[in-house]
């Protein structure tokens, strides 16, 4: 496959920019004092090391990389939003990159896990990205019969998570 360059939306698709992806844990904000970016980081759930990634687009993310999406984010999901590496809580992406440029995810916020949104596929995009299991900061998030392609662009002015909807404006939430 090769990248997908010139996105345009169709007639019926929607184009968003959702903002800033910000990374230094002090502004997501994460409890984390080694390194300038919350990349790749153990955290313990339930007997089990989840590698998390932590980072901000409009509200702090927690991102983990699973081959079982289902029972991880059932287990990770609820443990995570609330651990006390996130003072402020999180949403937790559970995601599995199935392609050069396609990226399975779920999303669990606000103590219940959701369909569709956005912000989670945006965090799962740009985990993905920042830990190299994608080439290009670009892909199709599919999420449970939703489907989103996502382009991460980076001005000098900072980094900005674009997003073109393969789905109704009905099926995707914020």
Partial sequence: MNR???????S???SVNLGRVVLPPVLIPALHASSPAFICEPVAIGGKIFEVTALRLSRPHAVI???NLGDDISAAGPV???HPVFPEGAD???ARVTGESRIAA????QGREVYGSLEGAGAALAAASL??????PEAYVDMQGVSVFLKWERFKSGNMLCVHSHGSDNDIAG
């Fill in 12 to 14: 019926g698709e929607t």
């Fill in 106 to 109: 779920r999303v669990w916020k």
């Fill in 65 to 67: 990389f699973s081959v």
């Fill in 80 to 82: 995570l939003e609330r």
């Fill in 4 to 10: 997908i360059d010139n996105y345009v939306p169709l």
């Fill in 131 to 136: 830990t190299g299991r994608i080439p290009y």
């Fill in 92 to 94: 937790v992406v559970c």
